[in-house]
Structure formats: C-alpha cells, structure tokens
C-alpha cells in the first residue's frame, strides 16, 4: 500500500524553504505522516579556522535550534513535527539522514536566484537529487504559489521515457493521484516527431510512431493498474513536457531519476532540465 510516513523537509531559513513547508503540509496530512525539518551547520568556509568553527558550534548550535523551533509554525501547524540541527554539509547530512530513517519523500526548493534562476540548480538540491533513494519534490516555482491559497494536487503529469523504470513513477503518480483524486496523465515525448498544435492522442495514420508509443503506454497502464489519459508529444523532450505539464495546469510533475541512464535517466541533462523548466514541482523517483 501506498504510503508517506516519513517526510524530510531540509531548512535554510529562507522564504523557499518555507515555501517547500506549503508543500509538504498536504502530504503530511493526507497520509498522517512524519515531518522532520533539518538544519545543517556548515562551516562558513573552507578558509575558516576549523577549531574555531568547533568552537562556535554550541553557540551556532543554539541559536539555529531557537530559530528552528519557530521557523514554519503557520506551515507545519498541527503536523507530528521534529525539529533536527546537525553540523556538517547539508547535502551529505540529507543524504546519510534518509538512509538511517528510511525516508519516503524529502521536500526542499531549488536554490537558483534572480532572472536566470531556471537555468540554475543549487548545489544542495543537485547533490540530494544524484544521492538520494528516494524520491524528492523539487522546483523553481515552489515560492509562487500566493501564501493565501492552500496547495492543491488536482491535476498530476507523469512523465516516462518507456524504459525499466517507468513501471515505477506511473505507480507512484497513481498513487498520489487517487489519494487526492487528481486527474493523472501520462505523457511520452518522442524527439523524432515534429512540434504538433495538437496531441498524439489516437494513432496517426502512416506514422507507426505514436502508435507504437500509444500501444507500450497502454501496455504500462495494464501492468500498473492505471488509467491515465495518455499524450504522446512530439519535439524536445524537456520543452514538449513542460509544455504539456503548463497546458494541462499541472500541479505536480512526476519524472525518474534511475539509475538506468536513459532519457529520463538518473539526473542526466533530461531530468535536470525538466526540474529547471517546468512551470510546477517535480517529484524525481
């Protein structure tokens, strides 16, 4: 059974983290799960005197757990939370966290900033996301959805490239999808067809791509037990799905990160671009 009982929300103190906190508060309450907010304390940098950041740490240590304490009150109210401050890199502390806990979901914003933030992805999130085993929401846009408005899931894309593990993501989506009764569809990019106006929704007569596409996709659905509405799109891969995820007013996009290094292998370019461009959040699994 599908379940989220663990959920890992990594904090910076800054607006996208509590923007990310918006996130993972349906979840949390929709599956009753677990939320544990982690601060990492670094050492400011490799030129600081290492004894001297040892000998700050309690003090750090401190006030980082005062803020924290705080820090998401609004977002998190109500849920089973535990607050954690740990020192070292916060993506290795992420990484060796989920593995001791057996984490289900980890939820935290892409760091890019200004203009060209789309382009960009924090080192931190970059790094969880090539480690981590499990899946992780992720975005440029988690901050702009207006702090008024209470996070929705009613419409979710899952994004296959037909290989190994697409068994798994449609699963996943499924699964989220009628926890929140979300219309789901299932979208396949195909490099070689041209930009259409319209979807490959039915065979194309005298092209056996989108057919052949169509029939594997059906295929998918009868092994996972889903019946998503299936789009097959033609052009570039991370521009035709983050075209179809913006038509359809995705709330969610779901992608793979396997380690299979496929088109939508673990965070190869595909991926990396997909999370840069996508006009919602990405779940990577």
């Excluded at 959920?7 to 910076?12: C, W």
């Excluded at 950041?53 to 820090?71: C, H, K, N, Q």
């Excluded at 914003?109 to 382009?119: E, I, K, V």
């Excluded at 899946?135 to 207006?146: A, C, N, R, Y």
Aim: glycine share 6%.
């Amino acid at each position: 059974m599908f379940s989220l009982e663990k959920i890992l929300l990594p904090v910076d103190f800054s607006d996208r983290s509590a923007a990310a906190a918006r996130f993972a508060r349906p979840l949390a309450l929709r599956f009753h799960a677990n939320v544990t907010m982690l601060h990492a304390l670094s050492q400011p940098s490799y030129e600081f005197n290492t004894e001297a950041f040892g000998a700050m740490l309690p003090e750090r240590t401190e006030l980082a757990e005062d803020e924290l304490d705080s820090f998401g009150a609004a977002e998190l109210a109500g849920l089973h939370t535990r607050r954690l401050v740990v020192p070292g890199d916060p993506a290795l502390a992420i990484i060796e966290h989920i593995q001791q806990e057996k984490t289900d979901l980890i939820v935290m914003p892409t760091h890019g900033y200004g203009p060209f933030r789309r382009f960009i992805l924090g080192s931190t999130a970059a790094k969880v996301l090539h480690d981590a085993d499990c899946p992780v929401l992720t975005g440029t846009h988690l901050d702009e959805v207006p702090k008024k408005d209470d996070v929705e899931f009613n419409n979710i894309v899952c994004a296959v490239d037909l290989g190994p593990s697409s068994l798994r993501e449609l699963s996943w989506a499924a699964a989220l999808a009628n926890e929140f009764q979300a219309r789901l569809f299932l979208v396949h990019a195909i490099p070689s067809l041209p930009e259409a106006d319209g979807d490959y929704f039915l065979p194309v007569p005298g092209n056996p791509v989108p057919t052949a596409a169509l029939e594997r996709m059906a295929d998918l659905q009868k092994q996972a037990g889903t019946h998503a509405i299936p789009i097959v799109v033609g052009g570039e891969v991370i521009k035709s799905v983050a075209r179809q995820a913006r038509e359809l007013s995705a709330d969610l996009l779901v992608i793979g990160r396997s380690t299979s290094g496929t088109l939508l292998g673990r965070l190869r370019t595909q991926a990396y671009g997909l999370i840069r461009e996508s006009p919602c959040p990405v779940v990577s699994i």
